[in-house]
């Protein structure tokens, strides 16, 4: 069968690719052996803030004392309708997706596992399929260290399809996944312990960041194990009991349930690539160009897959690169892109661009402007003074290098500093902007008034 264009993968950027090659006119195979919609919508984002949503609400109503409000009787959580409103959520998001894909004449989708045959040649089931371009947008899946893979292992998956509260959930791994899982299962009511085998939680922010991470977790008695080193794990019957060192100390705890949060590998080893002149990197990854096309020019990768970005805004922007470049022809590149993410802990860390060790290393000549959360009088109203807010300054063009928030609203206020950074504005015009009184944005420009050297 001949297509203008064949796609592999319904995710972040497969599904709207599909849906603009359609428009314009392409005749597109679509080939998903998963949910519709991938990680973000199944197992990733929708799921994991739904989950963040009911632990807020447990959070808020146990501890509202201080604000003069007291709940009488036990406050329950059901983690059974919990699962049923994030399944309800999940359901409309990857139907809908499933329903826009076949309800268009110019999209054939095609349900399992595709393969490349040679550089134009894909096939699933027992169909050949064949076209002028391929996108590859495979996605990730959960890396599952040696150690634990005889284990009674959660991933992300799984403990999403839980239906009752862990008694002591242990997870490995104190980066976006773990620590987003762990806040959430201890307001759900969970014991939780972290160990990770690094000095500091979040290890690619800068040194205080994770330090005001680790209190607000502590705050919330979830036990922080760092460096842990041979972590091992004894299964029984019904729990886990877990030995490892820290700092040359043995240490033992016993869980009743694991979930293994220690990173993403692409999904490029069983696509049949080596029939292919695709080329990959020394992680699995494939390697792209700044437009997204891999070593064989009409064969792009797009999301996780390529090891560029490993977040949903970063897989919908390589569609949006590829659209541009392709249909549009507008040249939008790769290296336009700044990093920016948010981990949806309470409160939320958010960060764009550069931080302090990267400026460093690149010799940059820099300012800081920082404040802490207890100095912002919005997060004093709210009772939510953890955290602090940070932007650094090139010193020769006032332009922005980048900034960490890490505070109550930090996920809506950073966007303030990218659309600054996308301006290629001086850090000066949003030290002279109004912003609005009483919100955490407000201190932004009063932080920007005293930058100090770096
Ligand atoms: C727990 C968790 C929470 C997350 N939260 C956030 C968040 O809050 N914000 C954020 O920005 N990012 C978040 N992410 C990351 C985000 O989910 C991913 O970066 C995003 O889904 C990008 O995916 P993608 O487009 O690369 O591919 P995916 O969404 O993974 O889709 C790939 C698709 O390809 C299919 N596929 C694979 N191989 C084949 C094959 N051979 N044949 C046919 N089909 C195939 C798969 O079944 C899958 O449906 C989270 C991730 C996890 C795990
Ligand atoms: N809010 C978000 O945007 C969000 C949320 C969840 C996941 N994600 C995406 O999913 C990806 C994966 O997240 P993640 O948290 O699994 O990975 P991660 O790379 O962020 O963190 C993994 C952690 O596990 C530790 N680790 C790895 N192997 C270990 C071992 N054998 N023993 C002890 N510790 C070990 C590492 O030191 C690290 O701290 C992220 O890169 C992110 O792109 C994003």
Known sequence: MKFDAIIIGTGQAGTPLAASLAKNGQKV???????????????G?????????????????????????????????????IKRRKDKLVEKSSEGIRKMLKDNEQIQVFKGEAKFKDDHTVTVNNETLQAEKIFINTGSRPNIPSPFKNLNYHTNETMLELEEIPEHLVIIGGGYVGLEFAQMFRRFGSKVSILDRGERLMKQEDEDISEAIFQILEDE??????????????????????????HGAEKKIEGSHLLLATGRVPNTANIGLENTGVHLDKKGYIKVNNELQTSVPHIYALGDCNGEG????????????VDSNLLQHKKRSLSDRFPCYAAFIDPPLARVGMNEAEIKEKGIKAKLASRPMTKVARAQEMGE???????????????????????????????AIIDAMYAGTPYTTIRDAVHIHPTVSELIPTMLESPEDL
């Open 221 to 246: 008695d979830i036990q922080v194990y760092l460096n842990s080193e041979n972590i091992a794990g004894a299964q029984s019957k019904k729990t886990i009991e877990f030995s490892f060192n820290v």
């Open 29 to 43: 195979a679509i080939i998903e052996k998963g949910d519709f919609g991938g990680t973000c919508v199944n197992t």
């Open 385 to 415: 003074t953890s955290g602090m807010m940070k932007i650094y300054i090139e010193a020769d063009t006032d332009k922005i290098l980048g900034a960490t928030f890490l505070g109550t609203g930090a996920d809506e206020v950073i966007h």
């Open 310 to 321: 490993a977040f949903t805004h970063t897989s919908y922007n390589d569609f949006e690169i």
């Open 45 to 81: 984002c929708t799921p994991t803030k739904a989950y963040v949503a009911s632990a807020r609400r447990v959070f808020v109503t146990k501890n509202s004392q201080e604000h003069g409000v007291t709940i009488a009787g036990e406050i329950k959580v059901n983690l059974r309708a």
